[in-house]
């Protein structure tokens, strides 16, 4: 099956095994984790210095390219060092993903 049709759960444990332990594999991990890339396509789509995400503001750790490539680099279950940049975004929201 070409990874297009994978749903988003099975992307995700995909990546979470490519991360090298980085990423927790079980669901609720997967709906934290829904909520970063939520907030990561939200910096990829604005200039603005600083994000917000239930009521709270953030200073951005990553910049829009840096937001756009990880969002690319999600949909195909590709771990790099961009890629693990979601690990900054879940801490500076005190999710453990």
Do not use: P
Request: contains cysteine; hydrophobic residues 35%.
């Amino acid at each position: 099956m070409k990874i297009d049709k994978w749903s988003g759960y099975a992307k995700h444990l995909v990546l979470a095994s490519k991360s090298g332990g980085k990423l927790r594999t079980n669901f609720n991990a997967y709906l934290e984790f829904k909520k970063i890339k939520e907030v990561i396509n939200n910096i990829a789509f604005t200039d603005k210095s600083t994000y917000s995400s239930d009521g709270d503001i953030y200073n951005r750790k990553i910049t829009s390219s840096e937001a756009k490539s990880i969002l690319d680099n999600i949909e195909a279950c590709k771990w790099t060092s961009t890629t693990s940049k979601v690990l900054l975004i879940a801490n500076q929201l005190k999710i453990r993903i």
